[in-house]
């Protein structure tokens, strides 16, 4: 796994916190590390095998409980924050982002009160003419969503 796709991980846990409402400090630390990770000059695999944690916790951003998720990621493919988290609120959540119209608010809102955890969800919920009740979703923005589906 190279330092781009670690990156990306703790990049889309910190937007599944933020779609949660999880502690803000929290979600910027992981998105602070990321962006380190995203542009370290050294593979984060090559410093986990030869430095360890403490190796890895030289990269800015990166503290000891980062620097343990990454050494889980790179042995495993995953990490038990990102198992308990994508348990409760599916990656595909995420997907919801893409469009535009849609931020993390009105995503956490489409899948907290109207169970919607995906695009094929939400193109199911305009189909039925959920985004007509939805509150705070004008006709121009409700528009978008759908031109964009």
């Known amino acids: ?29 992981y998105r602070n590390a990321a962006e380190a990770i995203e542009t370290w000059p050294t593979p984060l695999a090559k410093i986990a095998k030869t430095e360890g944690i403490p190796g890895l916790q030289t990269i800015p951003g990166v503290g000891k409980a980062i620097a343990g998720k990454i050494i889980e990621l790179l042995d495993r493919g995953t990490f038990d924050a990102w198992e308990r988290i994508t348990t409760e609120t ?48 004008g006709p121009k923005t409700a528009e978008r969503i759908k031109r964009h589906l």
């Open 90 to 137: 599916p990656e595909t959540v995420l997907d919801l982002l893409e469009l535009p119209g849609i931020g993390p608010k009105t995503a956490a809102m489409f899948h907290q009160k109207f169970k919607v955890s995906s695009l094929d969800d939400l193109r199911k919920f305009v189909q039925g003419g959920g985004l007509d009740t939805v509150d705070g979703i």
């Open 1 to 29: 796994m190279d330092n781009e796709s670690i990156a990306r991980r703790f990049y889309r846990l910190a937007a599944l916190m933020d779609i949660r409402g999880d502690d803000p400090f929290r979600l910027r630390s």
